[in-house]
């Protein structure tokens, strides 16, 4: 048990990965315009981005014990402690104001930064303005003011501010003169290079984006885009949601299909064109609704037609058509009856149907077998029509054995539910088993077709106005 739900688990990774190199490749176009544009704007904001200069020079730490206070440290083990203490007052901001009170000038202490070794007593300090004279004048300043605090006492000629007598002292050129040397930096390749990144992870969200979101079949365009196959028909039909879903799942939706029944009888050439398998990628697409439809549309054009029920894993013509599921394909197989024994006759002139039988465990011994291309032969000569509901091609393999022995498959797709990469694998794997997939049926849209055309019949046979599908 714990290795089956390690390959699920596998087996989702791969499906995952292979999903979003899928939509990847697909919106390849899109993604470069979006890197393209952020690196543009990165590099286009660092181009007009000023330089700064940064200002640099170093202090060193004495300190000695205070004549009342009895320790045994030595002088380096007490200037290493004092370090801290003066990285920290020079962040203080008392300590920046008499500063900026010595230069007259504004400080802040964010372009300040310290920076030292633990075996140290060497405080290297830097700070950046947008000019180098500015630079260079406050940390001179700073340096001066913090040797000045350093020396500073009480009246008992003890260090002011610090527990022991520190001095700073700072690091002079020849002349004796603090004297910082400034150099000049800029942040445009750290832009460039972070707008680089920002791109990237862009791309990045917009492939999750369209994983979840936008990378469903939600038109007849893109359906016909995905697929390279013509789109028959657009079935402005409401889905039942979950809630009510049980209370209709044994009621029969009627569907206007003459559009797409015209368009088959227009494609039928003598013997040929009278099988159709339809499929779908997955259950719940309204597949079986459109297959009864289309045979009731069929048969009150005139047509004798015929329903196979091939889908084994969730048989539901005779439940639609309110019609008893035993004696079918399973009793022929056991020889109990003939092909004249399996047809039921339906409520609807012209159309029977042949239902899958009782339940049995492995049903694909059917399709390959001679008994099963003998039905279909029959009911080719019987029939005009033959329209065989098969189990989805993601759920079962039975289309493999089941697409060459049909003149055609007819691939029902649910609108916004199909990812296009699904879809796509579904029509490469019908087309590998030599299914001569001539089109699709858009349902569930929530925005029927435009296309016009002259009329259609009704299970009731009844001649309808011209409508719009």
Request: proline share 2%.
């Amino acid at each position: 048990m714990t290795n089956e739900k390690e390959n699920v688990i596998k087996n989702e990774k791969e499906l995952n990965v292979a999903e979003l190199w899928y939509i990847f490749c697909r919106n390849i176009l899109w993604e470069a315009i979006i890197f393209i544009v952020i690196l543009a704007i990165g590099v286009g904001y660092a181009l007009t981005s000023k330089d700064y200069y940064v200002a640099k020079a170093s202090i060193i730490i004495k300190a000695s014990l205070n004549s009342s206070v009895d320790q045994s440290y030595s002088d380096t083990p007490l200037s290493q402690q004092q370090v801290v203490l003066v990285c920290d007052v020079l962040k203080n901001e008392f300590f920046i104001d008499r500063v900026q009170a010595e230069v007259n000038k504004p400080v802040s202490a964010s372009s300040l930064s310290t920076s030292y070794t633990e075996d140290s007593l060497l405080i290297n300090l830097r700070y950046t303005d947008v000019d180098a004279a500015s630079a260079k004048e406050k940390l001179t300043a700073i340096i001066n003011e913090i040797a000045r605090f350093s020396r500073e006492t009480n009246d008992e000629l003890l260090n002011k501010y610090f527990a022991a007598d520190v001095e700073v002292v700072p690091l002079t050129g020849r002349t004796g003169e603090v004297n910082p040397t400034v150099v000049t930096q800029s942040d445009k390749t750290k832009i460039i290079i972070l707008s680089g990144a920002l791109g990237v992870a862009a791309v990045i969200v917009y492939v999750f984006c369209m994983l979840f979101f936008g990378d469903k079949v939600n038109s007849e365009e893109k359906l016909e885009r995905v697929t390279g196959k013509k789109n028959f028909i657009v079935i402005n039909e409401k889905k039942a949601s979950r809630k009510n879903k049980g209370a209709k799942s044994n009621e029969f939706v009627e569907l206007r299909l003459g559009k797409l029944a015209d368009s088959l009888i227009y494609m039928q050439d003598g013997d040929k064109n009278k099988l159709y398998q339809i499929q779908s990628t997955t259950s719940k697409e309204g597949k079986t609704t459109v297959a009864i439809n289309l045979a009731l549309t069929l048969g009150a054009s005139n047509r004798k037609t015929l329903i196979i029920d091939c889908d084994f894993s969730h048989p539901s013509v005779h439940r639609a058509l309110k019609l008893p599921k035993k004696l079918g394909i399973t009793d022929y197989f056991k020889g109990d009856l003939d092909f004249n024994g399996m047809l039921k006759k339906t409520n609807n002139e012209n159309v029977d149907v042949i239902t899958c039988g009782d339940h049995i465990t492995d049903h694909t011994i059917f399709f390959t077998s001679d008994k099963f291309k003998n039905i279909l032969k029959e009911a080719r000569a019987k029939y005009d029509f033959v329209i065989l509901d098969c189990a989805p091609v993601k759920m079962l393999s039975d289309y493999i054995n089941i697409s060459p022995l049909v003149d055609a498959t007819l691939l029902v797709v649910e609108n916004d539910s199909i990812s296009s990469r699904e879809l796509s694998y579904v029509v490469n794997e019908l087309n590998s088993c030599n299914a001569n997939v001539i089109g699709t049926a858009l349902n569930f849209s929530s925005t029927a077709s435009q296309k016009k055309y002259y009329y259609y019949y009704d299970s009731q046979n009844k001649k309808l106005p011209e409508d719009e599908q």
